[in-house]
Nanobody, 122 residues
């Protein structure tokens, strides 16, 4: 079992930055793929990005060039650096983990955090 806890959410003006963290506890984390998803009210859950155990990354089209995912296996954390934020980035952001390869679908992940709210005002 892997337990995930997100932190770092908050409110920011458009053009600003936020850094989210996903802290893991439980079994070995370094061999897990970790992804970030987001869900805005009334919208489908959206793939934001993911990082594999080997640090290969993938990003959703809407965040490419603005968001960066990194991991620190020694600290059992994965971070999501969000720059040039837009009002349409407003959502609850959740991290998820799996021992499988990167998947763009939420169904590809076995463990989930509770989510953290990000609000971007114009």
């Amino acid at each position: 079992q892997v337990q995930l806890v997100e932190s770092g959410g908050g409110s920011v003006q458009a053009g600003g930055s936020l850094r989210l963290s996903c802290a893991a506890s439980g079994r070995t984390f370094s061999d897990h793929t970790v992804a970030w998803f987001r869900q805005a009210p009334g919208k489908e859950r959206e793939f934001v990005g993911a990082i594999s155990w080997s640090a290969t990354t993938a990003y959703g089209d809407s965040v490419k060039g603005r968001f960066t995912i990194s991991r620190d296996n020694a600290k059992n954390t994965v971070s999501l650096q969000m720059n040039s934020l837009k009002p349409e980035d407003t959502a609850v952001y959740s991290c998820a983990a799996t021992r499988r390869l990167i998947s763009l679908s939420a169904l590809g992940y076995d463990y989930w955090g509770q989510g953290t709210q990000v609000t971007v005002s114009s």
